[in-house]
């Protein structure tokens, strides 16, 4: 049974461009929240998606936006990427039941601005 | 003050040592609480979660959370250079999205 997968591993991008990130959520979760974690901190919520509508956001810019697809798949999206942007970006997937106390995180992309 | 404080260490014991990580917490309002480990360049790893005051216990970690004083502990007996990793507390509310601590950072050694 495959885990929460996330793709690329790493990448790099300029200032100013956009980037895509994606993730498939574990077998049989149907819900997927993104997280921001920068070096030497813990991870950020920046939303949660669910039915394919964003369910809960926490306090991040319009620059950063996502889709979850009908196969339970999610994208995030970050425009006009900025270096602070520079972090760990992690997915993960849980069932509505259970919330927070089974969410599955992925390893994460690495993403690099420059 | 952030709703969740943690040291960020590094903790080094030998191994075999009994470990204490701790972290406070400053909204009454949450209701679940738990423990992530991430090793490095890999996601967090759910550890262990509990609704209420009290020990969890779970083979070699237990969970300890006192609502009165915003305190939660993790405590890991017998450690090996295998936990060596960052570990992350967490607390949520109804919502279930979980606030993090910054982590603490564990070194067992040989």
């Known amino acids: 049974d495959a885990g929460v997968t996330q793709s690329p591993t790493h990448l790099i991008k300029t200032r100013g461009q956009q980037v895509t990130l994606r993730c498939s959520p574990k077998?049989?979760?149907?819900?997927v929240s993104w997280y921001q974690q920068a070096l030497g901190q813990g991870p950020q919520f920046i939303f949660q998606?669910?039915?394919?509508?964003?369910?809960q956001r926490g306090n991040f810019p319009d620059r950063f936006s996502g889709h979850q697809f009908p196969n339970y798949s999610s994208e995030l999206n970050v425009n006009a990427l900025l270096l602070g942007d520079s972090a760990l970006y992690l997915c993960?997937?849980?069932?509505?039941?259970?919330?927070?106390?089974?969410?599955?995180f992925g390893q994460g992309t690495r993403l690099t601005v420059v | 003050q952030k709703e969740v404080e943690q040291d960020p260490g590094p903790l080094s014991v030998p191994e075999g040592a009994i470990v204490s990580l701790n972290c406070t917490y400053s909204?009454?309002?949450?209701?679940?609480f738990m423990w992530y480990r991430q090793y490095s360049r890999k996601g967090p790893e759910l550890l262990m979660y509990?609704?209420?005051?009290g020990n969890k216990e779970d083979g070699r970690f237990t969970a300890q959370v006192d609502k009165s004083s915003k305190y939660i502990s993790l405590f890991i007996r017998d450690s090996q250079p295998s936990d060596s990793a960052t570990y992350l507390c967490?607390?949520?509310?109804?919502?279930?999205?979980?606030?993090f601590g910054r982590g603490t950072s564990l070194i067992v050694h040989p």
């Open positions: 509990t609704y209420s005051s």
């Open positions: 998606y669910y039915e394919e509508e964003e369910r």
């Open positions: 993960a997937s849980s069932s509505p039941g259970q919330g927070a106390a089974e969410a599955f």
């Open positions: 077998s049989g979760h149907d819900t």
């Open positions: 909204n009454s309002a949450f209701q679940y």
């Open positions: 967490a607390r949520a509310g109804g919502s279930y999205i979980p606030t």
